[in-house]
Each structure stands twice: as structure tokens, then as C-alpha cells.
């Protein structure tokens, strides 16, 4: 089953944050996040161990609560090059790298 | 050059042909992956490989079958292509010993059936 990533779109001005939530229905050992740019092919953009880890990557970080079973990408201070859709790919068994992911979040960065 | 490469980019075809689709990976990676992509509905698993005798079923895999020719090759075929195939298909690899586990994605084949 799908992870549910919310919220589906979201629409910035540059220098504003954001937040995308991955919530699964079953229990998480690892969670993966990438970028899609327009066109192009998906791009690694950080993995969270169960944990709580949390990860940082430029000025996007992420988070992973492994009871409440879900994830979140923070954006902050966003730019232009941001732009994409962010999907969650979620492992619930560390068995080799298979992916579970969602169904993306739109997020277009205006100036 | 690109790291892993699909081909074609771009097919259309009609219904009840058989198409292939191809990858091919300069990476060395051990697993290869086929993905479709339809809007709103993520990256969905069709087949996966581990290595060259191992082929497994994803979430989709119906009305699709693969091939692993070499470490370097994995190809996805569709017997008799039907409209509800087309879609975005990405391949992608990834390093078994990578401890990000990161998959790389091809740039993907853009399938239309008709």
C-alpha cells in the first residue's frame, strides 16, 4: 500500500518554507525522499533510518518518527531551484532496497 | 555519458503489439529496477532484479515481463500492449552495499498505445 503524501500541491514565493508529510500504514525501517524536476528523472535527496534520525541536505531537512509511522521534508528559506515534486519512497522491511512510494507533492517556487 | 540509459525515449504503439523496452548501466550496480509513472500515482514497482538469476514481481506486474541479459541489461517487455500501459517508465539501479540505498533512475521512455 501506498504511503499518502500531503499536501498534494503547493505553491511558494521565494524565501518562504514549507512542509511535506509521508504517512504509511505499516511499520517503517527506512524512508527515502526524492526530487522530480519537470522532464527530468527522479534525484536522490536523503534517507532516514528508523531512529528518528534526522537529515539535512542544503536547506531541506527531513524527519522520521517511526511510531507515528510517518515522515516530513522541510524546505526552508526556499528557492527557485526548488521547484519539483517530492516523492516519499518508504521500506518497511529492509529487505534489500525495495521502495514503497507515494504519490508526490507538487511544489512550485514563484519569485 | 549517462550513467544508465533507456531506450527508446519516446515509442508509440498500437494495441496488442509487443514492445521492448531496454536499460543498460555503466554503474556496476548489482539491482536494476522497473518503474511506471502515471500522474497523480507516484513511481509504482513493476519487476525488480538483484542479480543476473534474479527476477522478482513489484506491486504492477501484470501484462509485463522482464529479462536480465547481463548485469549491465535489464529489459522490460509488454506482450500485447492495451491504452491502460501507457505511461512514464523509468529503470533504475542501485549498489548493494551503498549504505543510502540511493536508486538511480534512468531518464525514462515515454509509452503511448493507442
Known amino acids: 500500500q501506498q504511503p499518502v503524501q500531503s499536501p498534494q500541491a503547493v505553491i511558494l514565493r521565494e524565501g518562504e518554507d514549507a512542509v511535506i508529510n509521508c504517512s504509511s500504514s505499516k511499520a517503517l525501517y527506512s524512508v527515502h525522499w526524492y526530487r522530480q524536476k519537470h522532464g527530468e528523472a527522479p534525484v536522490f535527496l536523503m534517507i532516514?533510518?528508523?531512529?528518528?534520525e534526522q537529515k539535512g541536505h542544503e536547506k531541506i531537512s527531513a524527519s522520521f518518527n517511526e511510531k507515528k509511522q510517518q515522515s516530513s521534508l522541510y524546505l526552508t528559506a526556499s528557492q527557485l531551484s526548488y521547484s519539483g515534486t517530492y516523492f516519499c519512497?518508504?521500506?518497511?522491511?529492509?529487505?534489500?532496497?525495495?521502495?514503497?512510494f507515494g504519490g508526490g507533492t507538487r511544489l512550485m517556487v514563484k519569485p | 555519458d549517462a550513467d544508465v540509459t533507456q531506450t527508446p525515449r519516446n515509442r508509440i504503439t498500437k494495441t496488442g503489439k509487443r514492445i521492448m523496452l531496454e536499460c543498460s548501466q555503466t554503474?556496476?550496480?548489482?539491482?536494476m529496477y522497473w518503474y511506471r509513472q502515471d500522474p497523480g500515482l507516484g513511481l509504482r514497482l513493476i519487476y525488480y532484479s538483484f542479480d543476473v538469476k534474479d527476477i522478482n514481481k513489484g506491486e504492477i506486474s501484470d501484462g509485463y515481463s522482464v529479462s536480465r541479459q547481463a548485469q549491465a541489461k535489464f529489459s522490460l517487455s509488454l506482450e500485447s500492449a492495451i491504452p491502460n500501459q501507457t505511461a512514464l517508465y523509468f529503470c533504475?539501479?542501485?549498489?548493494?552495499?551503498?549504505?543510502?540505498?540511493?536508486?538511480?533512475f534512468g531518464p525514462g521512455t515515454r509509452l503511448t498505445v493507442l
Open positions: 519512497g518508504t521500506n518497511d522491511n529492509n529487505a534489500g532496497n525495495m521502495l514503497t
Open positions: 533504475a539501479t542501485s549498489d548493494f552495499w551503498s549504505p543510502s540505498n540511493e536508486q538511480f
Open positions: 554503474k556496476g550496480h548489482d539491482r
Open positions: 532516514l533510518l528508523k531512529g528518528g
